[in-house]
């Protein structure tokens, strides 16, 4: 078992981002008692390192000891092509976007 | 940085070098590298196709895997990487651009992250994503056609 702490903060927000925020929030779940869950979300998606470290969980990826410069030179693969691939993907989407 | 650009640090082929030489001097706090959390899922997509087509064996792809997340998540805690987060602005700035520039929303997302981040430089290994950067006012640099990399970081 698990457990989390919780902390109590204080903000300063735009009032009207505030309260179209809280209309989104009702609009989503009914009222507003998940405010604080929707907000912990919202930084969440902020914190790209952990979404990183999700990423590589999700993947099975053991963390282990940071590669140098050197190690990540030295065990790379060394096959052409891997930045075609991305416009192919890119060009691929679009193409079943528009039906072809 | 596009995801053409990050993958050549994790797939040795043509512009590795240069890409090589940014990472050298961002470990080293020189520069600080910068790309967009949508390319995490891209990078993975590549590797994960080279895979499929055989291009790479499971022990290579396991390999790279493990280098880009590894060496990321390292820059990152340096401060020597920011992996932006797709923020509302971004997205409504890339929506400007692909009308501005005709790309696809991959695209106008690297861009816009780009501009909204103030790069002095937008690296990538693509042609027509080349173009629709430097059409948008970014410094653009092909790493596979230019080699002055060691020049700008100086």
Request: hydrophobic share 55%; charged share 15%.
């Given at each position: 078992m698990s457990l989390t702490t919780t902390v109590k903060t204080t903000v300063n927000i735009d009032e009207d981002v505030w309260e179209e925020f809280k209309r989104t929030v009702d609009r989503r779940y009914g009222g507003t008692r998940n405010l604080s869950k929707v907000v912990e979300e919202a930084i969440s998606n902020y914190n790209t390192l952990e979404l990183l470290r999700d990423a590589a969980r999700a993947l099975n990826v053991e963390p282990g000891e940071y590669p140098s410069s050197t190690e990540v030179e030295t065990i790379r693969p060394s096959v052409d092509g891997a930045s075609m691939i991305v416009r192919e993907m890119r060009d691929e989407r679009e193409a079943r976007l528009h039906g072809h | 940085m596009d995801t053409s650009a990050v993958t050549k640090r994790y797939v040795r082929e043509r512009g590795s070098d240069q890409i090589d030489t940014l990472y050298r001097a961002a470990e080293q706090g020189k520069i600080r590298l910068a790309y967009s959390i949508w390319n995490v899922g891209e990078v993975l997509g590549v590797l994960d196709k080279m895979r499929t087509r055989g291009s790479l064996t499971q022990q290579q792809y396991d390999a790279a895997i493990s280098l880009y997340f590894g060496e990321n998540e390292k820059l990152?805690?340096?401060?020597?990487?920011?992996?932006?987060?797709?923020?509302?602005?971004?997205?409504?700035?890339?929506?400007?651009?692909?009308?501005?520039?005709?790309?696809?929303?991959?695209?106008?997302?690297?861009?816009a992250t780009s501009a909204q981040m103030g790069a002095n430089l937008f690296l990538t290994a693509d042609k027509r994503l080349t173009e629709a950067a430097s059409n948008h006012g970014l410094e653009a640099i092909n790493v596979e056609e230019k080699n002055d990399i060691q020049e700008k970081i100086e």
């Open positions: - | 990152v805690r340096l401060n020597s990487l920011v992996i932006a987060p797709l923020t509302s602005a971004i997205l409504v700035e890339s929506w400007r651009i692909i009308g501005e520039q005709h790309v696809y929303a991959a695209d106008a997302v690297q861009i």
